[in-house]
């Protein structure tokens, strides 16, 4: 079973952090580190319900690209700033974000939506320092288990599925990755939403060999379909491989060398986003060849 299997379930202890993990089902549970009580309803995996949107296929691609556009205009609040200085996530910094990650939890919970938003970015950062070592993976599926718990608004709960259903591709038990997807939203009127579904998508489809169904999810080209700014270097891999492998290695060699240019930090990031999945054995000919050029 993996440490993503939707055969149980695995949460973080309220108390200490630590993974705790029991049926699918829920019930009762005890910390084995601290030995704090949990009890803990049955998991929801029922369609996300959003709102009805009377938005055409068209309007509603317009409204993402709007987002798109104003996309990282934010502002943070001070102690979310204050635990993401420093850099790449080191080991003496996680007490203090999880400190944070678990009051904005506290807050989504009750129905603050901005506190929800913050939520899902600190998950994302945790989630990642989280998923470099094996012995860590039932800690990162706590944390995204959780935070989905604690979320109300149907968007950000579907960033957090399919961050679940990605991770369990990663470690080769697709089955789970079906059921953590299953629930969310083709046609989300929110860009984190959408592309996290896109995003997803395509990762499975090239997991199981379908590279068209991959390209059909991302588009032939980085402007095809709005991609929120986090996720635009993931998705340009996936759809360079895409490419690769149904023949046309020219047009992948171009699109990695265009967005490892176009994106901050992009000529590092992109062969070190090849390296976090070897799973999908992604742009084997056209990496090495868009290296050469950038």
């Known amino acids: 079973m993996s440490a993503f299997s939707t055969d149980v379930r695995i949460l973080t202890c309220p108390q ?17 580190y601290c030995q704090a009580p949990l009890v803990v309803a049955a998991r929801d995996d029922a369609p996300l319900q959003h709102a009805a949107s009377p938005l055409s296929e068209a309007e509603r691609i317009e409204g993402l690209r709007a987002q798109a556009a104003s996309f990282g205009s934010k502002r943070l609040p001070p102690e979310m700033l204050a635990v993401l200085a420093g850099g790449p996530l080191t080991p003496e910094r996680v007490g203090p974000m999880l400190g944070v990650w678990r009051m904005y939890c506290q807050r989504a919970s009750a129905g603050d939506f901005a506190a929800g938003d913050n939520a899902v970015l600190l998950t994302g950062v945790l989630s990642g ?12 599926r706590a944390l995204l288990e959780s935070a989905l718990d604690a979320l109300r608004d149907p968007s950000q709960k579907q960033v957090l599925r399919c961050s679940l259903a990605r991770a369990s591709a990663r470690v080769g038990d697709l089955a789970s990755a079906q059921t953590w997807f299953a629930a969310c939203d083709p046609r989300s009127a929110d860009l984190q939403a959408d592309t996290a579904y896109r995003v997803t998508y395509a990762t499975l489809a090239t997991a199981h060999g379908d590279f068209r169904s ?34 046309d290695l020219t047009a992948a060699v171009a699109q990695l060398v265009e967005e490892a240019r176009a994106l901050d930090g992009g000529r590092a990031a992109t062969p070190e986003i090849v390296e976090a999945s070897p799973h999908l054995h992604l742009c084997p000919q056209s990496l090495p060849l868009a290296r050469m050029q950038w």
Request: aromatic fraction near 2%; charged fraction near 15%; charge should be positive.
């Open 129 to 140: 320092h989280f998923a470099a070592r094996a012995e860590d993976l039932p800690r990162q």
């Open 16 to 32: 200490c952090g630590a993974p705790i993990q029991l049926g699918r089902q829920g019930g009762q549970a005890q910390c084995t």
């Open 214 to 247: 991959a390209l059909a999810a991302l588009g032939p080209s980085p402007t095809a379909v709005p991609i929120a700014l986090p996720s635009r270097l993931q998705a340009g891999v996936l759809r360079a491989n895409a490419l690769e492998k149904l023949g």
